[in-house]
Every structure is written in structure tokens, then in C-alpha cells.
């Protein structure tokens, strides 16, 4: 049996230790842009603008509004990858609550979705990182979580290029009727990274195209 220990510094005590949890790069909402949560993007975007929209085939955003817990770093890298890689399921309520503080207030949430794994990663890692995240968000807010997308079949998006991204997303979303019927209108759509916003606007399309009023986007870490 081995003791929990700290996802970044391997301190024995805690899944994310007190010392690594304060040291993490948390995204300052006051300078980021309040459209995407590009991290420095409050006065002027670099990344919805419309020439960084172009490179992901997009002239515009489909989700209402994005936000983000903390910037990515070698330190948040390893967190992520020892949540979804090693399987350390107990982080998904340490970085549910980082995104929680970091969640606007007002935003308007009827229910909390995920974008999902494919069937391949989940059967890999035993879980779906993202649902576990979501549910968990879902908790903190008091709101249904709902599987709202079908699983994709495309191949994993670590590694690929923008262009990559793009294709390997083209039509890979699908509404789900919820197993509980119910339709929300206003829904926050969560995931682990936000790197392009390829993923993010692929899924929220698929929603708004099963007649979803509104998708705001919580990730944990922003690139």
C-alpha cells in the first residue's frame, strides 16, 4: 500500500499538497478576455480575434463565454497527466474546486455537460476524466450533469497541429437525448484543457444544434 501523494511535488499528505496548490499560474480574470478567457486577452484577444479564429477555420465563437482555472505550465502538465494518464481519480474533486472559483458569478446554468472521452480512452483509463470533472462542478453548483454528446471516434488531440485538430474534429460531435429527458437551455460545458478551442467549439456546436439556447465553457487549465 502506498501513501497519497502530491501530484506535482510527491510530498506524501495530499493528492495536490497546500505549497503546490498555491504555486499554480491561476488565470487573473481581470486581465483576461472575457469572451474566450484568452489569459492576457482583456484589452485586445489573441485568440479571438479574427485571424486567430481563421487558423481554426472559425470567424466567430459559438460558446457565449469561456473561462479558466489556471494557465498551463510543466507543473499543471504533470497534474493533468497523473489525473488522466496514472490515474489518480481523486484529483477530479481538487481541480473541480479551482474551476469553481474561478467560474463567473451570474453566468446563467441550468446543467453541466462534458465534452466526452472516446469509448477507446475511457476503456484505457477505466474512467472519463472530463465526466468526472463535470460531475464534480455539477456538485459544487448544485445543477444536474448530463451526458449531453455522443462519443467521438476521433484519435486523441495531444499532439496534433491546429490544422490536425480542425479535420480530426470536423463532425465528430452528436446531441444526446438526456437519459432524464430533461433539455436545459443554458448549459456549461466543461473539459480539462483548453488548447486551440477546436474541441470546445466543436462540441458546443453540436448542442446549439439540438436546440440549446446558450453554452458557456469551464476548463481547468487554459494554453
Known amino acids: ?80 497527466r497523473v489525473f488522466k494518464d496514472q490515474g489518480e481519480q481523486r484529483l477530479a474533486a481538487v481541480m473541480a474546486g479551482l474551476m469553481l472559483r474561478a467560474l463567473p458569478p451570474g453566468w446563467p446554468i441550468d446543467a453541466v455537460t462534458y465534452v466526452p472521452a472516446t469509448l477507446a480512452a475511457a476503456r484505457h483509463r477505466g474512467f472519463d476524466h472530463s465526466e468526472l470533472i463535470a460531475r464534480e462542478v455539477a456538485s459544487g453548483l448544485g445543477t444536474p450533469c448530463e451526458m449531453m454528446l455522443a462519443r467521438p471516434r476521433n484519435r486523441d488531440q495531444r499532439g496534433l497541429s491546429g490544422k490536425q485538430r480542425i479535420e480530426n474534429l470536423a463532425g465528430r460531435f452528436a446531441p444526446l437525448e438526456t437519459e432524464s429527458g430533461f433539455r436545459p437551455q443554458h448549459v456549461l460545458l466543461v473539459d480539462d484543457v483548453y488548447t486551440t478551442g477546436a474541441t470546445l467549439c466543436a462540441a458546443t456546436d453540436a448542442l446549439l444544434n439540438s436546440n440549446i439556447k446558450e453554452v458557456r465553457c469551464l476548463t481547468f487549465a487554459r494554453v
Not at 497546500?18 to 489573441?46: F, H, I, K, M, N
Not at 479574427?50 to 487558423?55: K, N, V
Open 1 to 80: 500500500m502506498w501513501p497519497t501523494r502530491c501530484a506535482i511535488c510527491d510530498v506524501p499528505g495530499a493528492v495536490l499538497c497546500d505549497e503546490c496548490t498555491g504555486e499554480l499560474p491561476y488565470l487573473d480574470w481581470w486581465r483576461a478576455c472575457s469572451r474566450c478567457g484568452s489569459p492576457y486577452g482583456r484589452v485586445q484577444c489573441d485568440a479571438c480575434n479574427p485571424i486567430s479564429l481563421a487558423l481554426i477555420g472559425r470567424d466567430d465563437l459559438p460558446f457565449a463565454a469561456c473561462a479558466s482555472a489556471v494557465m498551463f505550465s510543466p507543473e499543471v502538465s504533470r497534474l493533468v
